[in-house]
């Protein structure tokens, strides 16, 4: 103890706790502006993973609010890394950061040892940290914010009291913007694997072990799984329900081993679906019960112009017959379903429902439905126009956006600083 007393005080004598306080500072202020803006970027994404965290401690009946946490959590933890960086409401910013690692690193800590979720979903789809990397990671930064907290006094104030509000008003606005974009429409950046261009029929079915898959039948009001080699009997009073995939299945990073496509008699049928014509127009729903109705007019003439042309068009969303036999009475949609994992199609796309364009088992393009100039698509046939062509999104020219918008109203400091300083001089 008395070695390490003697060593602070060195460390004071010769400024190295003020510089130590700055990095602090500096570490805990990005990570939590990082952390704030993967989940602005993704909200929906965020309401995924706080959905799964409240069916796992059992508080279903709350997860209608999962995204309005998402978007409360993200300006929450953009806010207090803006502080943090600044130097701005030291004691507010330190307390509140404070708190919050109390709580989430004992949280990482119960995930690295039971795994009730595959990732804690801490930074999207942005940077999928392991449980025990997302618990090291949380043991390093309570770290560095108890030294923070003692020593808030000797952060530094980076921009003046005048100049930072303009600052934060102006970024603040910016993930607002990010968070509408993810919500109503797709995120402005897609780290997801399923981009245009991205293939989903190669290497298929050659990586997937069926028997694997997990079939779900039900019976008197009670469902049991069973494997596809061990299937109750056609007469044994067991109906269909669904067929998932397991979790590590899902989880293997490539969408052409995630992606498994089941019809309505639970047979597989990826490969047909998806490269089964030229073309295939996908109207893609993880839950019909959530899916917003009010673009019912463009569905429908996607799905006229699809049987003009002989393209095939799916519906692809979880089993649930009671949904779609809802959907079909609201829309009268005479489209036929397929069925995959709702986790795989939340992952496929954000919007519910979202609309996917292939090409020959290629991603072309995928939009929200009110994003579709529908008059341009179906003006002529695909081959003959740009929509029947690969659309590509540049995600490096994207992010480079976002880093200009984070510190574009920084350039403009210090020459104001300095105009400042010249007028005090001239008087």
């Given at each position: 103890?008395?070695?390490?007393?003697?060593?602070?005080?060195?460390?004071?004598?010769?400024?190295?706790v003020s510089a130590l306080t700055v990095v602090c500072q500096l570490l805990i202020g990005a990570t939590f502006v990082f952390s704030g803006l993967s989940k602005a970027i993704d909200p929906v994404g965020t309401s995924i993973k706080i959905t799964e965290y409240m069916m796992h401690f059992g508080l279903g009946s709350l997860t209608g609010l999962a995204m309005g946490m998402s978007w409360l959590l993200s300006l929450i933890e953009f806010s207090l890394g803006f502080f943090v960086i600044i130097g701005h409401h030291r004691i507010m910013s330190a307390f509140f950061v404070s708190i919050f690692m109390l709580v989430m690193t004992p949280l990482s800590l119960y995930l690295a040892l039971y795994n009730p979720v595959d990732?804690?979903?801490?930074?999207?789809?942005?940077?999928?940290?392991?449980?025990?990397?997302?618990?090291?990671?949380?043991?390093?930064?309570?770290?560095?914010?108890?030294?923070?907290?003692?020593?808030?006094?000797?952060?530094?104030?980076?921009?003046?009291?005048?100049?930072?509000?303009?600052?934060?008003?102006?970024?603040?606005?910016?993930?607002?913007?990010?968070?509408?974009?993810?919500?109503?429409?797709?995120?402005?950046?897609?780290?997801r694997a399923y981009r245009p261009g991205v293939s989903l029929v190669e290497e298929k079915m050659s990586q997937t072990d069926d028997s694997d898959y997990i079939i779900v039948y039900e019976k008197d009001g009670e469902q049991r799984?069973?494997?596809?080699?061990?299937?109750p009997a056609e007469d044994s009073g067991w109906t269909f329900v669904e067929t998932r995939q397991p979790a590590q299945q899902i989880h293997s990073g490539s969408p052409a081993s995630e992606l498994v496509i089941f019809d309505e008699e639970g047979e597989e049928v990826t490969r047909s679906v998806l490269a089964g014509s030229e073309y295939v127009m996908l109207l893609i729903s993880p839950d019909l019960r959530e899916a917003r109705e009010h673009d019912i007019d463009r569905i429908e003439t996607l799905y006229e112009y699809a049987l003009e042309h002989e393209y095939a068009f799916y519906c692809l969303t979880q089993r649930d017959p009671g949904a779609i036999e809802h959907w079909q009475f609201r829309t009268g949609s005479e489209y036929p379903f397929v069925y995959a994992d709702k986790q795989v199609i939340e992952t496929m796309i954000r919007s519910n429902p979202g609309?996917?364009?292939l090409h020959n088992g290629t991603i072309l393009w995928k939009s929200h439905l009110s994003g579709i100039d529908v008059p341009l698509l179906t003006s002529a046939k695909l081959s003959e126009q740009s929509l029947g062509q690969i659309q590509p999104i540049n995600r490096k020219l994207r992010v480079f956006w976002v880093i200009v918008w984070l510190i574009a109203p920084l350039l403009l400091y210090l020459p104001l600083q300095i105009v400042k300083h010249s007028r005090k001089l001239s008087k």
């Open positions: 103890m008395g070695v390490a007393l003697l060593i602070y005080e060195r460390l004071k004598s010769v400024g190295a990732d804690c979903g801490c930074f999207g789809d942005v940077w999928v940290l392991s449980n025990w990397g997302t618990f090291a990671k949380n043991v390093v930064l309570l770290a560095l914010v108890v030294w923070l907290w003692w020593h808030r006094s000797k952060q530094k104030v980076l921009l003046n009291r005048s100049y930072y509000a303009l600052y934060y008003y102006v970024e603040m606005s910016g993930v607002l913007v990010l968070l509408f974009l993810g919500t109503w429409q797709l995120p402005y950046i897609d780290f799984e069973f494997s596809l080699d061990a299937l609309f996917m364009l």
